[in-house]
């Protein structure tokens, strides 16, 4: 049975920092890219990153590039994505997703990916 885990979203203020982790377990970890969408209410789930299966390579959507930084570890199974400088409009639920695909264009698609977690809150606030 495939389980992604997301950890680590709080509420925090404007300006402060936060890790979140994806735990993955039964599925090839090291073959799959991995990557992070948000959701806020009422609006379409977002592409914010994704690495590749085997970390070399990782793309970022605008609005997130040069503040969030996406790494993986292939001996325990986990995505981490580092979000410096938040803000406001960076709250969301965050989802992380694996993937059997490679290709930024199609791995910025919610489409892409086959399997999802259960998504962990992050609240920034001014």
């Known amino acids: 049975q495939v389980q992604l885990v997301e950890s680590g979203g709080r509420s925090v203020l404007a300006g402060e920092s936060l890790r979140l982790s994806c735990k993955i377990s039964?599925?090839?970890?090291?073959?799959?890219?991995v990557g992070w969408f948000r959701q806020s209410p009422g609006k379409e789930r977002e592409f914010v990153a994704v690495?590749?299966?085997?970390?070399?390579?990782?793309h970022y959507s605008d609005s997130v590039k040069d503040r969030f930084f996406v790494s993986r570890d292939n001996l325990n199974n986990i995505v981490n994505l580092q979000m410096n400088i938040l803000n406001p409009e960076d709250t969301a639920i965050y989802y992380c997703?694996?993937?059997?695909?490679?290709?930024?264009?199609?791995?910025?698609?919610?489409?892409?990916?086959?399997?999802w977690g259960q998504g962990t809150q992050v609240s920034v606030s001014s």
């Open positions: 039964g599925l090839y970890f090291s073959s799959s890219s």
């Open positions: 997703g694996a993937s059997s695909y490679s290709g930024r264009d199609y791995l910025s698609l919610a489409n892409g990916y086959e399997y």
């Open positions: 690495i590749s299966w085997n970390g070399e390579r990782a």
